[in-house]
């Protein structure tokens, strides 16, 4: 059996982060993962400017570093299509120069990314990685930490610490956690890759369209690399349930009949299965840590619940995870109140975004409001650029939560 001060269960974006954020103080840590590498993983695919920021974090040079995989597709920001049809365009980067600037934001299949990520691990001598290894069993050790066995009851590994960051359908959050899936709190998705797709933005904006016989669920279309297409669907947990929907025939229904997909899909081919996922969503308050553990990313319900992005945060709270981890060892010190700084610092960080991005999800029982807001600034350059700020900026987009914003857009 294996015994270490830090064990993180998990090699996607958030574990794989907080491995190379204590490889960069020096802190050495075991690093598991159920699968080898490449492998998939059911996503949009889209990669913020917080995800580019958080690569910068680890290491100044992987933004760049990123942008030279031919499977990173540059992306500079967001459509949004109103129950209306009306497009209101939000930049990632105000002003941007695709020809100068760097990319604000890519798009990359996860099976690339997450690889991407993972050579950087290997390359870490202070990270000791270990892939096909299926953790199964989590048994509290008399003098504090863990003991980690597959199906079978083998003891694999002892920690002090762990770091869990092993996906929206951890065992461990469940069973260990307390932490229980609310359908109010999240959302269930589906994912297919087509090619041919036609009128992708020249620019690499993703669009999310949200058409009124779906509310309060969105279809989305991604660019990616070499002419193909990330397309889904999400919505509320809830609101499936509520509505009897059928994600994957619903999908179909609105490529098949909604005139402009029609026509864009006319000559597109599905290339993958369409395949489901959860979403967790960071639209409450959770207490992610306790005794000798911490929750990271999706483990952690820390997704967007406007946009379902979910990558950047799980990067941010293995950022996090990494400077709690080194404060814990330092003072020897792995008691729930200790760890309460994890929860501190990721909800200091995330809370604000997260808490109006939930009140912007509720903006979707109001489609009409949505399309005044949206036939607006499509017409309206000043108003178009002033939201675009608040996407980026959060204090402004504190206005979006103001009766005030939008009774000055209806009377005026």
Same mark, same amino acid.
């Given at each position: ?6 064990? &993180? ?39 913020? !400017? ?20 031919? $499977? ?12 209306? #049809?009306?497009?209101? %365009? ?15 934001? *890519? &798009? ?36 504090? #930490? ?24 951890? !065992? ?11 359908? $109010? /709190?999240?959302?269930? #998705? ?18 999310? /369209? ?23 669907? !999400?919505?509320?947990?809830? +609101?499936? %349930? ?15 009949? /909604? ?6 899909? +006319? ?8 395949? !489901? ?64 700084? *994890? ?13 109006? %991005? ?7 029982? *109001? ?9 607006? +600034? ?9 939201? %675009? ?24």
């Amino acid at each position: 059996m294996h015994q270490t001060d830090i064990c &993180i269960l998990g090699a996607g974006p958030a574990g794989a982060t907080a491995a190379l954020h204590l490889a960069n103080k020096g802190i050495s840590s075991l690093l598991l993962d159920k699968a080898a590498f490449p492998r998939d993983k059911v996503c949009g695919d889209a990669l913020s !400017g917080k995800v580019v920021n958080e690569l910068r974090r680890i290491a100044p040079e992987l933004p760049a570093l990123l942008g030279q995989q031919q $499977e990173a597709l540059p992306s500079w920001g967001i459509h949004f299509i109103s129950p209306g #049809g009306h497009r209101l %365009s939000v930049p990632f980067k105000y002003n941007y120069k695709p020809a100068q600037d760097t990319p604000a934001g *890519y &798009i990359s299949k996860r099976i690339h990314f997450d690889n991407f990520l993972v050579e950087q691990v290997r390359q870490r001598p202070e990270i000791n990685f270990r892939e096909n290894v299926d953790v199964a069993k989590y048994e509290r050790t008399p003098e504090g #930490g863990f003991i980690l066995s597959d199906k079978q009851g083998q003891p694999l590994v002892q920690a002090k610490l762990l770091l869990v960051a092993n996906g929206a359908q951890s !065992g461990f959050t469940r069973h260990v956690a307390g932490l229980e899936q609310e359908p $109010e /709190h999240y959302c269930a #998705g589906l994912r297919a890759y087509y090619k041919g797709v036609e009128s992708m933005d020249g620019d690499g904006f993703i669009e999310l /369209h949200f058409f009124r016989d779906f509310l309060p669920g969105y279809f989305w279309i991604f660019p990616l690399p070499n002419g193909q297409a990330n397309v889904g669907v !999400g919505m509320l947990s809830s +609101a499936v %349930s509520s509505k009897k929907v059928n994600l994957k025939k619903e999908m179909l229904r609105m490529i098949a009949s /909604h005139p402009e997909l029609q026509r864009r899909f +006319a000559k597109a081919e599905l290339v993958d299965d369409i395949r !489901g996922f959860g979403l967790p969503l960071g639209s409450r308050k959770r207490v992610i840590s306790g005794d000798n553990y911490m929750l990271l990313g999706d483990a952690g319900a820390l997704i967007d619940p406007f946009t379902g992005e979910g990558i950047s945060n799980a990067m941010i709270s293995g950022r996090w995870a990494a400077a709690q981890a080194e404060k814990c060892l330092a003072e020897q010190n792995f008691s729930a109140q200790f760890m309460q700084g *994890y929860d501190k610092a990721v909800y200091n960080r995330l809370w604000k975004e997260l808490k109006l %991005s939930r009140q912007m999800q509720k903006l979707l029982n *109001y489609p009409w409001l949505f399309d005044k807001v949206a036939s607006k +600034a499509s017409r309206n350059q000043a108003l178009a650029e002033t939201i %675009s700020c608040m996407f980026n900026d959060l204090d402004l987009r504190e206005r979006l939560r103001q009766p005030s914003f939008y009774a000055k857009l209806l009377f005026n």
